[in-house]
């Protein structure tokens, strides 16, 4: 199954597309919650369609679902459209450290795999992909195969989602935007650790207090975000364990 030097299979592929089956329905279920709220927002089906498939992230896609619907899908003009590709550029930025850090697998992989596997990636895939390789794993497919297993549901989630929102009169009557909150509280839950990265969780817990006061909306994720990132920064040491 696994093995010393890096490579490609389809067995890895299928592997890794099995392993991650725990996450799909997760992921659906957060596709669908992006779903609604991008009816909400006036967001069309064809467009959160072509938004869940071209940007691909939750946190991303749901701070411009916010923004939208604060503005309206034509609201803020220029600077309005600048601010919400500013968001989705600063919340998808952790893209590139995902990237860096699977620099000793992908780097000796021909592009014709390497490119299709970076547009799949996702936090959810990154993370058991990245624990496969540490109890190595050699076999690049598998990140592949995880990806598409996270990146299918959340499209099919989206068209459920948006369907769903434009057949109903308000999804909150239904306590369909529920959703959202309860796939976060989840996840936060399932990515808790001991002892729990205080400083990093309150620096964007305050942050987020505040500038939910001033900017309500998708700002607000933003801010918790970069502050999160720079207290992590701060308060990082790096470990003292030997490299193998």
């Known amino acids: 199954m696994t093995g010393t030097a890096v490579h490609t299979s389809w067995d890895g592929v299928k592997r890794g597309f099995w392993r991650a089956q725990p996450m799909a329905v997760g992921v659906f279920v957060y596709g669908v919650a992006f779903g ?3 009816r909400e927002a006036g967001i069309l089906l064809a467009e959160a369609s072509a938004m869940s498939m071209a940007v691909y992230s939750g946190s991303a896609q749901l701070a411009a679902a916010s923004a939208i619907t604060l503005t309206g899908i034509d609201g803020g003009g220029l600077g309005g ?3 919400i590709v500013a968001a989705i550029l600063l919340l998808n930025a952790r893209y590139l450290l995902y990237s860096a850090a699977l620099w ?3 780097s000796k992989t021909p592009a014709r795999v390497t490119y299709p596997t970076l547009f799949v990636l996702g936090d959810g895939n990154w993370v058991l992909s990245m624990a496969a390789y540490n109890a190595g794993e050699r076999d690049a497919g598998f990140l592949l195969g995880s990806g598409l ?3 299918v549901p ?3 989630g989206t ?3 948006a369907s769903a929102g434009a057949l109903l009169a308000d999804p909150k009557l239904l306590g369909l935007d529920f959703l959202l909150v309860a796939f976060s509280a989840a996840m936060g839950i399932g990515l808790a650790r001991a002892p729990l990265p205080w400083p990093n969780i309150l620096a964007a817990a305050a942050t987020a207090l505040v500038v939910d006061r001033l900017a309500p909306g998708g700002w607000t ?3 918790a975000g970069i502050a999160g990132g720079i207290a992590t920064a701060l308060t990082h040491r790096p470990s003292t364990r030997a490299k193998s």
């Open 81 to 83: 459209i600048g601010a």
């Open 154 to 156: 959340w499209l099919l």
């Open 36 to 38: 609604l709220l991008a």
């Open 104 to 106: 000793p697998w992908l």
């Open 159 to 161: 068209l459920l989602g």
């Open 149 to 151: 297993a996270s990146f």
């Open 221 to 223: 994720i933003v801010a």
